[in-house]
């Protein structure tokens, strides 16, 4: 289903884009959508239970490991709700060594995954509520583990087009 719906959205814009040239639209071309990241962002949606694009991401690097965290960007009790039940999920799979969840919204292994995986006893990941959201908070003493999880929140911040450091006054990149 998803597919055909893809594959849909994928004609109109075909077609919006031909009927354009048709009829004499200026020479510069018509943006494109970004259809991987318009994926992402569905398959985001199923796995969090939130609509990506009025939710905010953060993927911060600390010291010690860093944070995720995810809010909705207008006050939203059963959205904050949905997040807040995403973040304990993934916390404790995360704890196990399961990277599944960003595996499905990414469409691929996410890099870092697998030293945060074989290294998952030396890491902890504590889910905490925000006013619109929540975090999971992600520490370890572990220098691999570290830049590990570092690599892990700086697709994770490219992927989604997502903040990080610069968020934070007092924080350098």
Known sequence: MRRWRA?????????????????????????????????MQERGKAAMGVDQYTSSHLFE???????IVLQRNA?????????????????TAFARGDFDVPGFVHGQ??????????????????????PRGGQVRIT????A?????????????????AAGHEMHPGHSP
């Not at 690097?61 to 944070?67: K, S, T, V, W």
């Not at 959205?79 to 999920?89: F, L, N, Y």
């Not at 292994?109 to 925000?130: C, F, H, K, N, Q």
């Open 7 to 39: 594959l849909s959205f994928h004609m109109v814009v075909l077609g919006s884009i031909l009927l354009g040239c048709s009829r004499g639209a200026p020479s510069t071309p018509a943006p494109v959508a970004d259809t991987s990241f318009v994926a």
């Open 61 to 67: 690097d600390l010291p010690d490991g860093g944070r």
């Open 75 to 91: 006050p939203d009790t059963v959205g904050t709700g949905a997040i807040r039940a995403h973040m304990a999920e993934i916390a």
């Open 109 to 130: 292994d996410v890099p870092g995954t697998s030293v945060m995986t074989a290294r998952r006893a030396e890491i902890r990941y504590e889910a905490d509520t925000l």
């Open 140 to 143: 370890t003493h572990d220098s």
């Open 145 to 161: 583990a570290v830049a590990a999880v570092h690599q892990f929140l700086a697709f994770q911040r490219s992927a989604h087009h």
